[in-house]
């Protein structure tokens, strides 16, 4: 059974960084300008010349739940060479719902309250966790759907940082 899901994962990956409009065919990434629980704005655009990970995620999402520690490793081990990573919350009961998740488990990057027009704009989230590289230059250049290992977030910036 461990083979076969090996199997999978591979042909997963595989499908992922030939998938068109992400490996060989970057397009721009779309902004969006979402608050914070405290009220700051984060808007793409401005984050421009760093390699950012918008990581779509909601508390209830157990795995979802389960990488968050790990980004947040990568993010205090890479973010002095240019990483950024945004959490766009899809709870629907908004801030009262994600706020104290956030403050219990230690959030170290910015989280903002996504909404219908930022997921229309990344193209629809069929499923989440759903995870987005934007590279330097403003451009998607992965796209993950699922949770995502300690191993595989590194391995998907890597060549961008």
């Known amino acids: 059974m461990k083979s076969v899901l090996s199997v999978f994962l591979l042909f997963a990956f595989v499908l992922l960084v030939t998938t068109p409009g992400f490996a060989g065919d ?17 808007e793409l655009k401005k984050l421009a010349g760093k390699v950012v990970v918008v990581n779509f995620w909601a508390t209830w999402c157990g795995p979802c739940r389960a990488e968050i520690p ?43 309250m996504g909404d219908a027009d930022v997921v229309n704009a990344f193209g629809g989230i069929e499923a989440i966790p759903a995870t987005f590289l934007v590279d330097r230059k403003g451009n998607v250049v992965a ?19």
């Open 70 to 112: 790990d980004m947040m490793k990568v993010y205090e081990q890479q973010k002095g060479k240019g990483l950024e990573i945004v959490g766009i919350a899809l709870d629907r009961e908004g801030w009262s719902k994600v706020t104290p998740f956030v403050e219990k488990m230690k959030m170290t990057y910015p989280v903002v």
């Open 143 to 161: 796209h993950h759907v699922g949770s995502m290992s300690k191993a595989d977030f590194e391995a998907m910036i890597k060549p961008y940082l």
């Open 26 to 42: 970057p397009k721009l990434a779309p902004n969006f300008a979402l608050k914070t629980a405290d009220g700051k704005t984060v």
